[in-house]
């Protein structure tokens, strides 16, 4: 069933940012209704955002009647998310005060689904005390607030005051209006990514992993109401959306310290990172440089992370992932025992559709209890639902 974003845009610049917001919320088969102030219209027409929303545009508390709805009531009881971008200092400070003097400050007094303010104003202006008192005053109130950007406003000043980006924006209303409670009060931990064991400065041992299953379990652990610490070795993605605590580490004893001096605190933890099995022996302070002879490193094993983890474990579901090349089932029932796992991920990275840097997987997973379960090719993020799925069903049994 689709979702329904209420947006208001307010009277500034950025308010022509607002139509992007629209189309790309549209693309997501989210329906919109905007509310526009009469000072909004002098920047982008009512006809603009009615044309991209397909739907009516309210300005006028007292437009001619068309049907027997309170349109400010009938409005506000639509929405799942209310929106507010661009947020004016004047729209803030009236939301903040109780003022409802036209269509948008009206309808926001009348809803009960969650309001998001992006605001964007002159660095000035929004650096000002009583603007900062009136977010604050929201803050407390519940209202949630996507931060402004950074850079060169339209009135020539460089500071804060630039409207979040259109795609940030949609990405937080996604995530709000697909947010569940499944995993309310939850301590979640995720590793995703390689990591790096340096040879020299400029020369390291790693691995192909991308981080994109290890993102995707984060992310999804967010959107099922987890709070969520991801430690993540070097990868080229972005945060995702909703991450409580980021940990970027390199080495292998990195993350080894970053999990472990956390792990107590945590019901689940997931260890899909690609950890170096091994590490040179000796680090060079300089640069190799290359000679007429072989180079030999000698090498020296890392901790076992996840082994680690199993002795320590006490309430915590503890998850690992088996990326194998050869006897995938042998390989991980061994892992799973010896690392006294609640179940492993198993995926076979010959297998078309599986493994590193593609955004499908193609797993088995093995239960302490001996049950395997074959999953059909998914995508990452339908794969990290299915990987929850389990978990709370193994928590309900603890």
């Not at 000035?124 to 900062?132: F, G, L, R």
């Not at 994109?212 to 610490?229: D, E, P």
């Not at 072989?294 to 998850?319: A, C, H, P, S, Y």
């Not at 049950?371 to 069903?393: F, G, H």
């Amino acid at each position: 069933m689709s979702k329904t974003v209420v947006l208001g845009v307010s009277g500034g610049i950025a308010a022509y940012k607002a139509c992007d917001v629209v189309s790309r919320l549209r693309k997501e088969n989210i329906q919109v209704n905007v509310i526009m102030t009469k000072h909004a219209t002098e920047f982008v027409s009512a006809l603009t955002f009615q044309s991209i929303s397909q739907n009516p545009v309210a300005v006028e508390m007292f437009e001619p009647v068309t049907n027997w709805d309170i349109e400010h009531i009938s409005l506000a009881k639509k929405a799942d998310i209310f929106l507010i971008a661009p947020a004016t200092a004047n729209i803030i400070g009236k939301i903040a005060n109780g003022i409802a003097d036209d269509m948008l400050s009206t309808t926001v007094m009348a809803t009960k689904a969650p309001v998001v303010i992006a605001p964007a104003m002159n660095t000035n202006m929004y650096e000002n005390p009583v603007t900062q008192a009136n977010i604050q005053k929201l803050k407390d109130s519940g209202y949630i607030f996507i931060e402004p950007g950074y850079g060169r406003l339209a009135c020539g000043d460089l500071g804060p005051g630039k409207l979040a980006e259109p795609d940030l924006i949609v990405e937080n209303i996604k995530f709000l209006l697909n947010k569940t409670d499944e995993l309310k009060g939850k301590n979640v931990l995720v590793t995703a990514g390689p990591t790096q064991e340096a040879i020299d400065p400029v020369r390291y041992i790693t691995n192909k992993s991308t981080g994109k299953m290890g993102y995707a379990l984060a992310y999804q652990a967010a959107l099922m109401g987890a709070k969520v610490t991801l430690v993540t070795g070097p990868t080229n993605l972005e945060i995702p959306f909703g991450i409580s605590e980021v940990i970027k580490v390199k080495s292998a004893q990195q993350m080894y310290e970053a999990v472990t001096s956390s792990f107590d605190e945590m019901d689940i933890v997931i260890k899909s990172a690609a950890v170096a099995d091994y590490k040179p022996k000796n680090i060079s302070d300089s640069k190799i440089k290359k000679s007429d002879s072989d180079l030999v490193l000698e090498l020296d094993r890392n901790k076992d992370i996840l082994f680690e983890l199993g002795k320590l474990k006490t309430k915590q579901v503890l998850v690992g992932f088996a990326a194998e090349t050869d006897d995938l089932i042998a390989n991980a029932q061994k892992k799973l025992a010896k690392k006294n796992l609640d179940f492993i991920v198993a995926n076979d990275l010959k297998q078309e559709g599986a493994g590193f840097a593609g955004d499908t997987n193609i797993v088995k997973l093995l239960f302490a209890d001996g049950d395997i379960e074959e999953l059909p090719i998914m995508t990452k993020n339908q794969l990290s639902k299915e990987i929850y799925d389990k978990i709370i069903y193994i928590m309900k049994q603890k």
